[in-house]
């Protein structure tokens, strides 16, 4: 009970993380004189009140967190530092932006991002003008994180009522230590690659101003936007030039910036800016379609069948992806591997012969190098095909992996490790977790029953196989749907197994749900408000056997999950080949007319969805490898186990 | 449903001999029908009425007396039974039926009592061993009456907080059994408990003034009244009649006697007087993963009723009846059978449902109250996941 309170509490702590509308609380106002020591008087930015309480919100996600810590054990020893000081400076910064933050005192004293390296480097911005040479120690490393934490201690140190804090701190923190190590984890995925380049940013300015180069160009644009001290905008990598547009430039800038504070896991796709970044770097050659529909322009509209044969030949000279990811990538492209399991597995496996042929060029770090070529190769398969999430939730499992290598393993060793943790990743999560789906699932099908399925589940025909194959008696319902009628691949395989079918489409759904018993679902993804992500029609099919009072049993497999929370099926989704839906292959006039008039027609759209979404309450239970539960409880599986799974 | 009907009958019709119920509580229970008697084989207990609620009559039959014969009956019963027991030095089944004959002690709480005097009279000598035989004996008591949802849930639970420790590490083997020991005598403990700490929990719901509607006799549900009768709470007390075993009245007589207002309905009258009623208190026999109910026969209506009316829905139940269960409609439960008796004769080609419980889904309850808290029915399935995963 209280663990889960406490659980709960977090997210307000992160709100301080990201928002930086912050209202000043009433424990801040009631300490003037420690946000004046704090805050250096001498800096542009403290002018008003406010500037002094956006220190806080600097407080960076703790995406590094966990690296850092494993770097810093693994460095420990060409750095002069003992590792239990280093700690305790970590200790004191944690303690000291402990003491701004309103919900801090039990709970964040033990968070992660306050023990972050990272806040080092961004009080750096503040403290900067005094300190310019500690600056460059620290950019002279490679993560300067554990450093920085080391000069910030000195100012520290100033102010008595620090002092007593850090005392007192030392001991408490010292024993939560564990403790944070974990949550850091949970916490790791959030930080977003704008809040670290809006750091790297202020800390760049902070170093130039001490300099004494470039302070014109800082209190520039600290006057420009004052209320977005936080970030010290900044004009980009490419180093412009400080004229006179700078101010109108850095006002672009920001509001760039500002538009990425809100973390973002999906590229956007009616962002331009982004959109060509990505298109710099893409291997594959993709035009956009015609006539995209407007309410999904976020997603990626491209014209299909144009790639393939290009791609194909590029397989003999291609050099910064691997023949077997090209391999799969072109398969995801083409369609040949559907289903989620199989481009999963197919993916994996992928990865698995790159690790295999993977050699780390010298003077480079095998988890860094690696993890950038897993990048690569992931943004690969994104311009093949979108990732769906399980894929997504499999790569962070191999990233984590690869991050938490133990230093003192030689080369092939670590590669043996990371293929043999792929192998088992599939085997456990994968395929012996379908094994225990299909026995708890088959305990629901009774004699005389009708089972209606919709599409082509391979979970639910490993079901219906087996409940056959122990002598169950009972009747298949396969409802299809155009384009992809893939249900019919499914009924060929039942009816050859003895099974007794009925196929429809599912116009015919209303009507033939009246004969069903009970309604077996796959799912492409499950999110932690129980929703379910699906091949497009499932929210259809759960709706109507709500309505007919028919039990609807989702089977998906624990990796599945999802932490996020998704309402809608526009947000997140997938769009196929909008001629699939326009052609009819039976009719070949059909198709005929379809060319000739409506492709030039502006005003028609076609709007082929890949996924939909279907609210947890038309869901009867959840069969998943921890149990049959219902789908209030995805949170709980995620929370409980994501942990576990990474430790995997 | 229409589809279902005209095959489902006649198929029950060719190889279902129809049953007379006109028999009573005490005559040998009627030859029963292959598929049930198939599913008993391997049962001790070769009854195939359900055991819990011979004892659930028996312990009502000791509570007022005026059962004590038909308990009695009940308990002679099992001639073989006790005969079977007698020839063993020891055994779990004659330590929960000695723990059973309480009539305050709920089931599961003999069950958990006759394990923890499992591992005192254990002869093991490793750890392993005792786990084994622990297991044996959980597995003998799950078997003595499969019909039993906390029965077979009590002893999982129990299996899971005792062995579940650090005594295993300890290199003593003494000190790791009475380590063992020391957990299951804590957790009887808890069980035992329980029902105090439902009834403190639920004080808060129960205003001045209030109409409660109780559904058969629950003994939690039954502490609850009486405590806050106690606390001077002014309420009354509406009772179903609780049919076929009349549970309802006996829980009026006692509520009678406490001098709390009490109107007797029958089953019927639910929704007839449900304007009047401020919630609805039930027992459970069992609580499901999904976090809906299994309990007495008609509580589904009863929440039904009271959901349509916009009236909450309390179910108590101890945390020892949480069960890796999750039926999905009321056909989806191992049946539990007890004979009814109709007062006047029925027809011998007329159907009887004889069924004792059915289930609630959780989306008709409001609160569960158990002695982890009160909890909302989807919490169910987050404690039984916490536990057993």
């Known amino acids: 009970m209280d663990t889960r309170r406490g659980a709960l509490a977090v997210p307000k702590v992160r709100r301080v993380g990201f928002f930086t509308t912050i209202e000043p609380s009433p424990q801040d106002l009631t300490r003037p004189n420690r946000t004046q020591s704090d805050t250096i008087p001498s800096s542009p930015l403290s002018n008003s009140p406010s500037s002094n309480l956006i220190s806080p919100i600097l407080i960076p996600p703790s995406r590094h967190h966990s690296d850092n810590l494993t770097t810093t054990s693994r460095a420990a020893a060409p750095v002069?530092?003992?590792?239990?000081?280093?700690?305790?400076?970590?200790?004191?910064?944690?303690?000291?932006?402990?003491?701004?933050?309103?919900?801090?005192?039990?709970?964040?004293?033990?968070?992660?991002?306050?023990?972050?390296?990272?806040?080092?480097?961004?009080?750096?911005?503040?403290?900067?003008?005094?300190?310019?040479?500690?600056?460059?120690?620290?950019?002279?490393?490679?993560?300067?994180?554990?450093?920085?934490?080391?000069?910030?201690?000195?100012?520290?140190?100033?102010?008595?009522?620090?002092?007593?804090?850090?005392?007192?701190?030392?001991?408490?923190?010292?024993?939560?230590?564990?403790?944070?190590?974990?949550?850091?984890?949970?916490?790791?995925?959030?930080?977003?690659?704008?809040?670290?380049?809006?750091?790297?940013?202020?800390?760049?300015?902070?170093?130039?101003?001490?300099?004494?180069?470039?302070?014109?160009?800082?209190?520039?644009?600290?006057?420009?936007?004052?209320?977005?001290?936080?970030?010290?905008?900044?004009?980009?990598?490419?180093?412009?030039?400080?004229?006179?547009?700078?101010s109108e430039k850095t006002a672009v800038t920001v509001e760039k910036e500002r538009r990425m504070d809100v973390p973002q896991t999906q590229m956007q796709y009616d962002d331009k800016s982004r959109v060509e970044k990505a298109k710099k770097?893409?291997?594959?050659?993709?035009?956009?379609?015609?006539?995209?529909?407007?309410?999904?322009?976020?997603?990626?509209?491209?014209?299909?069948?144009?790639?393939?044969?290009?791609?194909?030949?590029?397989?003999?000279?291609?050099?910064?992806?691997?023949?077997?990811v090209y391999k799969v990538g072109l398969q995801h492209l083409a369609g040949d591997i559907s289903g989620d399991n199989a481009r999963c597995i197919a993916m994996l496996q992928a990865f698995q012969e790159a690790i295999n042929d993977y050699s780390t060029p010298p003077m480079k770090d095998l988890a860094r190098d690696l993890t950038a070529k897993i990048k690569g190769y992931?943004?690969?398969?994104?311009?093949?095909?979108?990732?769906?999430?399980?894929?997504?939730?499999?790569?962070?499992?191999?990233?984590?992996?690869?991050?938490?290598?133990?230093?003192?393993?030689?080369?092939?060793?670590?590669?043996?490790?990371?293929?043999?943790?792929?192998?088992?990743?599939?085997?456990?999560?994968?395929?012996?977790?379908?094994?225990?789906?299909?026995?708890?699932?088959?305990?629901?099908?009774?004699?005389?029953?009708?089972?209606?399925?919709?599409?082509?589940?391979?979970?639910?025909?490993?079901?219906?196989?087996?409940?056959?194959?122990?002598?169950?008696?009972?009747r298949v319902v396969i409802v299809d749907s155009r384009p992809n009628l893939e249900g019919q691949k499914l009924l060929r395989r039942l009816v050859t197994s003895g099974l007794d079918c009925t196929y429809t489409h599912i116009n015919a759904i209303s009507y033939i749900m009246r004969d069903a018993t009970r309604v077996f679902l796959g799912a492409s993804s499950i999110f932690s408000n129980g929703t379910l992500y699906s091949r497009v029609g499932t929210s259809c099919i759960a709706m109507v056997a709500n309505a007919f009072s028919v039990p609807v049993i989702v089977c998906c497999e624990a990796y599945k999950f999802h932490e996020r929370v998704l309402l809608d099926s526009i947000c997140s989704n997938e769009l196929g080949d909008p001629d699939a839906i326009a052609n009819v292959p039976l009719r070949a006039n059909a198709k005929h007319s379809k060319t000739d008039n409506n492709n030039n027609n502006k005003n028609l759209q076609y709007l082929n969805l890949m996924y939909d979404s279907t609210p947890s309450e038309y869901i009867s239970m959840i069969v998943t490898d921890y149990g049959m539960i219902p789908p209030t409880s995805i949170p709980v599986i995620v929370r409980e186990y994501r942990r576990e799974n990474l430790l995997l | 449903m229409w589809r279902r009907s005209a095959s489902f009958i006649l198929d029950k019709h060719d190889n279902n001999k129809p049953i007379s119920i006109t028999q009573s509580i005490d005559s040998p229970p009627p030859p029963e029908s292959s598929s049930m008697a198939e599913e008993t084989n391997q049962n001790p207990n070769p009854n195939p009425i359900s055991a819990y609620y011979q004892t659930r009559a028996a312990h009502h039959g000791i509570v007022t007396s005026d059962w004590l014969e038909q308990a009695q009956a009940a308990v002679r019963r099992y001639p073989d039974h006790d005969l079977m027991v007698s020839e063993r030095p020891f055994s779990v089944i004659e330590e929960f039926d000695s723990w059973r004959q309480q009539p305050d002690l709920a089931e599961a709480v003999a069950a958990i009592r006759a394990l923890a005097a499992v591992i005192r009279s254990s002869e093991a000598k490793t750890m392993m061993e005792l786990e084994i035989e622990l297991k044996k004996a959980s597995d003998t008591l799950k078997a003595w009456d499969t019909t039993s949802i906390s029965l077979t849930a009590g002893c999982d639970l129990f299996m899971r907080y005792v062995t579940r420790t650090s005594a295993l590490e300890f290199e003593d083997f003494n000190s790791a059994k009475s380590r063992v020991l020391g957990r299951a005598e804590k957790f009887g403990e808890i069980s035992c408990k329980a029902r105090k700490i439902i009834a403190m929990l639920s004080q808060d719901f129960i205003f001045d003034g209030c109409t409660i509607l109780v559904h058969g006799f629950s003994r939690v549900v039954f502490e609850i009244l009486k405590t806050a009768a106690q606390n001077k709470k002014l309420f009354r007390v509406l009772c179903t009649e609780g049919r076929p075993d009349k549970t309802g009245v006996l829980l009026a007589n006692e509520l009678a006697k406490l001098d709390v207002p009490v109107k007797l309905l029958i089953d019927s009258a639910v929704a007839y007087s449900m304007d009047e009623v401020d919630m609805v208190f039930v027992g459970a026999d069992g609580v499901v993963e999904s976090g809906g109910v299994i309990n007495m026969m008609g509580t589904y209506q009863i929440a039904l009723v009271a959901h349509s009316m916009n009236k909450p829905v309390y179910v108590a139940a101890e945390s020892y009846k949480f069960a890796r269960l999750y039926p999905l409609d009321q056909k989806d439960l191992e049946p539990a059978l007890r004979p009814i008796d109709f007062g006047v004769p029925v027809p011998p080609k007329v159907e009887v449902e004889r069924s004792a419980r059915d289930y609630t889904p959780p989306q008709y309850l409001t609160l569960l109250f158990t002695d982890l808290g009160v909890l909302t029915p989807s919490v169910v399935s987050d404690e039984l996941i916490q536990l057993y995963l």
């Open chain 1, 80 to 246: 002069p530092v003992p590792g239990l000081r280093r700690y305790l400076a970590h200790n004191d910064r944690s303690l000291h932006v402990g003491s701004y933050n309103p919900v801090d005192d039990s709970l964040l004293g033990t968070s992660p991002p306050s023990s972050n390296g990272e806040v080092s480097e961004d009080s750096n911005s503040l403290f900067g003008f005094q300190r310019s040479d500690s600056a460059k120690l620290s950019s002279s490393f490679p993560n300067g994180g554990f450093d920085l934490t080391m000069s910030v201690k000195a100012p520290q140190e100033l102010t008595n009522s620090k002092k007593i804090a850090q005392v007192s701190g030392k001991s408490e923190s010292v024993t939560t230590k564990s403790q944070k190590e974990k949550e850091s984890k949970s916490l790791k995925e959030k930080t977003t690659k704008a809040e670290r380049r809006a750091m790297q940013e202020a800390q760049r300015a902070a170093k130039a101003a001490a300099k004494g180069e470039g302070s014109r160009r800082a209190d520039d644009s600290g006057r420009a936007k004052p209320g977005k001290a936080t970030k010290q905008p900044q004009p980009k990598k490419e180093g412009l030039p400080a004229t006179s547009s700078v």
């Open chain 1, 378 to 474: 992931v943004s690969f398969l994104i311009e093949c095909r979108p990732l769906s999430m399980s894929m997504g939730n499999a790569i962070r499992f191999l990233k984590n992996q690869i991050s938490k290598l133990p230093q003192n393993l030689s080369e092939s060793e670590a590669k043996d490790l990371l293929c043999s943790d792929i192998g088992r990743f599939i085997d456990e999560k994968i395929l012996l977790a379908d094994k225990v789906i299909v026995q708890h699932a088959v305990t629901k099908i009774r004699d005389g029953e009708v089972i209606l399925t919709y599409g082509s589940s391979c979970v639910v025909e490993m079901i219906l196989l087996y409940a056959h194959e122990i002598g169950k008696q009972f």
């Open chain 1, 281 to 324: 770097r893409a291997v594959v050659e993709q035009t956009e379609s015609k006539n995209k529909v407007e309410l999904f322009l976020h997603l990626p509209q491209y014209e299909r069948g144009n790639q393939l044969p290009k791609l194909s030949s590029d397989i003999f000279t291609l050099d910064t992806i691997h023949h077997a």
